[in-house]
C-alpha cells in the first residue's frame, strides 16, 4: 500500500497548488443560501459565494457533507492505502467531524481511518492538513502524523475584526441589542477562536482601530511560524496591516486571500483577520 492518505473539508482554505502536490482529498463542505444548498469550493468558489449573497435575503450556513459522500471518499481512498488521516474544522463550527466519524465506522473492514478535531477553521486548518500531508510524503507512518498534528492544534490562532454584526447575533455571539447598538455606531467586533469556538473577544470603533488591533493581538507571539491575512475586498487596511506585518517578520512568508465561504457564513462579508501558528 501507499504512504498515509490525508483527507480534509473544504473550510482548510489550501491553494490548488498545495491540493495536487500532496494530494490532499477535500471533502466538500455544504453551503446553504436561501433555498439552495451549494458544495463549497467545488460549486462555489470564494468569490462567487461573494457575488450570490448579494442576491439572498436570509443569512447563509453551512452544513458538513452527506454521509454517503464521506462514505464514497473514504472508500476510494482505502483502495490506495490502509490508513487514512482525516482533519477537519471545528466541531463547534461545524458537525462534520460527526458525519465523518459515522462514516469511518462503516469501513473499519477495509481500512483504519484516523478523525482529528482541528479545533479551527479556514487556513488554520489547511496549517494543519499542509504540515499532515508533507510527512505523509516524507513516508512518515499514522502515529508519527498524529501525536504532530495534535501537538499543533493548540498552537495556531486565529483573529478576525467583522462589522456584520447580525451574523454573530445569529449564532449567539453577540446579544440583539448589542448588534443593534454596534452596527448604528459603526464597531467592529473582534472573533478569535477559543477551545474550538469563535467568540468575541474585543471591538474596535474605526478601520485604524482595526488595523491596530490585529496588528497587537500578533505582537503578543514571539515565535510564529505562519502568518495568513484574509480579507475581503481590498480593503485598504488590510494593506496597512500587511505592511507592519511584512516590516515586523521580513523572514516569515505572510499567505493572503480572500476568505472562504465557510469562514464567511460565521463573520459576514465585511471583515479582516489574521490566523497565525506559534513554534510548538
Known sequence: MNNVRIITDSSAHLTPEEIEQYGITIAPLR??????VFREYVELPYEE???RLEMVKSLPTSEPPLLQDMIDLYYELSRETD??????????LNPVVDVARAAAS??????RITV??????SRGLGMIVLRAAQMASEGAGAPEIGREIRGMIPAVFLAFLTSDLNYLERDGRLRKSQAFLGSMLGIRAM????????LVMDKARDALGAVEKLYEYISEFAYLEEIALLQHNNVPESTALLERLRDMFPDIAIFTDVYDATLATFIGPNAMGVIIREAY
Do not use: P
Not at 191 to 198: H, I, K, P, S
Open 31 to 36: 453551503i446553504r443560501m436561501g433555498r439552495k
Open 116 to 121: 482529528i478535531d482541528s479545533e479551527t477553521i
Open 106 to 111: 462503516t469501513l473499519r473492514s477495509h481500512t
Open 49 to 51: 459565494y461573494f457575488r
Open 191 to 198: 472573533v478569535e477562536t477559543r477551545e474550538g469556538d469563535l
Open 83 to 92: 490508513h487514512i488521516i482525516s482533519i477537519h474544522t471545528s466541531r463547534k
